[in-house]
Antibody, heavy 119, light 106 residues
Framework: QITLKESGPTLVKPTQTLTLTCTFS??????????VGWIRQPPGKALEWLAI???????RYSPSLKSRLTITKDTSKNQVVLTMTNMDPVDTATYYC???????????WGQGTMVTVSS | DIQMTQSPSTLSASVGDRVTITCRAS??????LAWYQQKPGKAPNILIY???SLESGVPSRFSGSGSGTEFTLTISSLQPDDFATYYC????????FGQGTKVESK
């Protein structure tokens, strides 16, 4: 059964870099067609797609956030890492990672991790 | 960027009602559209993918239709467990979510 879990700091200061880790089980990111993405949701607001990395190391980023995001994978550890630079209070949100296959919709999601940006 | 516009933002309905939510894309996305249900404090749960394909385990009262730029999610007979917020997502070009539709009790 597929599970994903996000981990990282709950509080970061403005201008700092956020590093989030998605640890998953039940699938391999070396399997053809598999991808893991990141999505965030500010309190009381809508979902926002951030980035995705595929089994073949193809990476795609939200055009509006591309300059601040980096996504990487460690297949041996079953982890995907998202870094976001120059954090701002508007980046306060719950950050989710999710599984997808063959560039389709996200069929399995982590529980999310809340990140607050404040000095 | 492809923009996704959902309507209405809020919908008041009663158990047993037929409910329809609309999602419009700013350009054609073929049928690369998904619908999710989200309850407070929980991660979204996929309902529909490829515009009209029902995800395994999702009740058949949920259905999706549309292609190109206009899509709908229909709940044929609203159940108590269905009061939630619903999001559409396009995955034709990168990915974008709609702003959500909250289904509340009338």
């Amino acid at each position: 059964q597929i599970t994903l879990k996000e981990s990282g700091p709950t509080l970061v200061k403005p201008t700092q870099t956020l590093t989030l880790t998605c640890t998953f089980s039940g699938f391999s990111l070396s399997t053809s067609g598999v991808g893991v993405g990141w999505i965030r949701q500010p309190p009381g607001k809508a979902l926002e797609w951030l980035a995705i990395i595929s089994w073949d190391d193809n990476k795609r980023y939200s055009p509006s956030l591309k300059s601040r995001l980096t996504i990487t994978k460690d297949t041996s550890k079953n982890q995907v890492v998202l870094t976001m630079t120059n954090m701002d209070p508007v980046d306060t949100a719950t950050y989710y990672c999710a599984h997808e296959i063959y560039d389709s919709a996200f069929d399995f999601w982590g529980q999310g991790t809340m990140v607050t940006v404040s000095s | 960027d492809i923009q996704m516009t959902q309507s209405p933002s809020t919908l008041s309905a009663s158990v047993g009602d037929r409910v329809t939510i609309t999602c419009r894309a700013s350009q054609s996305i073929s049928n690369w559209l998904a619908w999710y249900q989200q309850k407070p404090g929980k991660a979204p749960n996929i309902l529909i993918y490829k515009a009209s394909s029902l995800e395994s385990g999702v009740p058949s009262r949920f259905s999706g239709s549309g292609s190109g730029t206009e899509f709908t999610l229909t709940i044929s007979s609203l159940q108590p467990d269905d009061f939630a917020t619903y999001y559409c997502q396009q995955y034709n070009s990168y990915s974008t979510f709609g702003q959500g539709t909250k289904v509340e009790s009338k």
